[in-house]
Every structure is written in structure tokens, then in C-alpha cells.
């Protein structure tokens, strides 16, 4: 485990390999611990990987200012970048609200990024068309539930965390088991204030008083067209997938879209080598545009 300050906040990560750096960012409920299948696949191939625990997400500091809007965690990534990257763009992956940011990150920041692959959530433009459409507010009943006061962090926890056991075996294929991986998350959870902090993300999704009033600026960049040449991957069995496939409108520079079968939200824990397979392909430059 290493540590690093970026963006006015102490961020733990961890590391394997030497070689042109990619960033692995990890989405909810999980931690950086999501990519042990792809680092050390990613280190023998001559990369450099460092996989970030997000903002609020032990061990990385809760921040005293308590922002989590989108505009703050694109900042924190390009701080991040700028740290750990020596000034030279690298190669973002991200899943779930990794895959959330590194959109506003490719958009906004395209210089420091020079390939990019996005998992499991489509396009922000995509996401708001699906707020119309009943079975996708069911798929994301969690953001309308977390915005409560108080409620979801006494539910999360409750009987051993089974809200975590729940929404892991809702999002994934049948019969996907990663006991393991799972308690280490519930036990991240439990510790004082990262819950909340969590919680924050959604909070502030939908909130536009909770976000950071100094990254307006951010926010019009963040709206641009992606011109960082992109890979979006889903699993083909994840509702969300049907969203993903009509995306390649929403970038300007190269892009191809993916399916994972027999796999559903956390595709890099369902089908690792498949996922490992692709990232590593469209990392080294190919193969090229599908729309």
C-alpha cells in the first residue's frame, strides 16, 4: 500500500510493474482490490498499474470539506494523474463510478490521458435519457434510495451487511460467488465515516447544492465532446448493456464497443481474463473503430 497527496487529499493506492502507467478506478460498493486479477496481467505485459481507492474509500482520507460531486472527483483524477504520471498522459480504465468519472475526465482533461477504457455505465448523456424509462430507474433504485437522510447507512450495515450481498448478487451473473472479495468490502464499510462518505457520490449526483461552487468552470468542460480514442465494455448480462451498445455517437475520436458474456456489473471479478484480454488489446492500439 502507498500513498500520495493529490488534489488536497491523502490517497492510498496500490502498485505493480514498471512501464507507461494505467490507472484502474474502482466504483460502488468496492474498493481497489476489485482489479487483482488485472494488475498483475497488466504489470507482466510492461505496464505500470495503480489502482487508487477513490476519495472517502479507507484507507484514502474522508475529506474534511465532505464534496463528492462529479466535478471533485474529475479533479482528484487529474491530480492524481499529474502525481503519479510525472506530467505524461496515461491509460485510464475505470468501472461503475470509475467509468463515471473517467467520462468527465476524458472530456474535460484529454490531454492527460492517451486511451481509455470505460465498464458498466454508458455515456452521462446515455444516463439521462434512461431516467425516462421505468426498468432503468428499477436498475438504479439505490441512487433515489441513497438519497435519504440517515436510512441507507443503517441498511447498508444491517445484518451483516446483506444489503452488499444483495446488490452484488442483483448486478452480477448467476452463480458468480466472490465471498472473499465482498467481506473485505463490507469491513472497508463498517469503518467510522466511510459509509457516508460513500454515500456521498449519490448525494451529490443528484444534488446540485453538494457540489464544489469553485469547479463551474470544470463542470462546461466536463459537457465536451471525448476525443481520447475509447473502449466501452459491458457484460452482456447487465440491463445496462442494452444503453451501452447505441453510445458511439457521444465520441468524436476512435471507439468500439464490447460485450462480456456470462457476465453482469462487475465484469472484471465475473469474466477477468475476457476483460483482462480486451483492456490489454485496446491498451497496445488495436483493434480499431466500431460504432
Known amino acids: ?78 491530480a492524481l494523474i499529474r502525481a503519479l504520471g510525472g506530467g505524461q498522459p496515461v ?43 421505468p426498468r432503468h430507474v428499477h436498475r438504479s433504485f439505490h441512487w433515489w434510495f441513497f438519497q435519504l437522510a440517515d436510512l441507507p447507512e443503517r441498511a447498508l450495515l444491517d445484518k451483516d451487511a446483506a444489503f452488499i450481498d444483495y446488490l452484488w448478487t442483483y448486478w452480477t451473473s448467476p452463480g458468480h460467488e466472490d465471498a472473499a472479495h465482498i467481506a473485505s468490502i463490507k469491513a472497508m464499510l463498517r469503518r467510522p465515516g466511510v459509509l457516508t462518505a460513500t454515500l456521498g457520490y449519490y448525494r451529490a449526483m443528484l444534488d446540485a447544492g453538494k457540489g464544489d461552487p469553485a469547479l463551474e468552470d470544470l463542470r462546461r468542460r466536463m459537457q465536451g465532446p471525448i476525443t481520447v480514442p475509447t473502449l466501452a465494455l459491458c457484460g452482456a448480462d447487465d440491463l445496462r448493456a442494452e444503453l451501452m451498445r447505441d453510445q458511439g455517437r457521444h465520441f468524436a475520436g476512435e471507439y468500439r464497443y464490447e460485450e462480456v458474456a456470462n457476465a453482469g456489473h462487475f465484469l472484471q471479478r465475473e469474466q477477468p481474463a475476457e476483460v483482462t484480454r480486451w483492456v490489454l488489446e485496446w491498451l497496445d492500439g488495436g483493434p480499431r473503430v466500431h460504432r
Request: hydrophobic share 50%; proline share 7%; net charge negative.
Open 1 to 78: 500500500m502507498q500513498h500520495v497527496h493529490a488534489n488536497g487529499l491523502a490517497f492510498a493506492y496500490l502498485e505493480q510493474g514498471t512501464g507507461p502507467l494505467v490507472l484502474l478506478l474502482h466504483g460502488f460498493p468496492d474498493t481497489a482490490h476489485t482489479w487483482s486479477h488485472q494488475m498483475p496481467a497488466l504489470a507482466a505485459a510492461g505496464y505500470r498499474v495503480v489502482a487508487p481507492f477513490m476519495r472517502g474509500y479507507h484507507p484514502t482520507a474522508i475529506p474534511a470539506d465532505g464534496y463528492y460531486d462529479k466535478a471533485t472527483l474529475a479533479a482528484d483524477v487529474a
Open 91 to 133: 491509460h485510464l480504465v475505470g468501472q461503475d463510478w470509475g467509468a463515471i468519472v473517467s467520462y468527465a475526465v476524458l472530456a474535460a482533461f484529454p490531454q492527460l490521458v492517451k486511451r481509455a477504457v470505460v465498464m458498466a455505465v454508458p455515456h452521462p448523456a446515455v444516463v439521462a435519457a434512461s431516467m425516462l424509462d
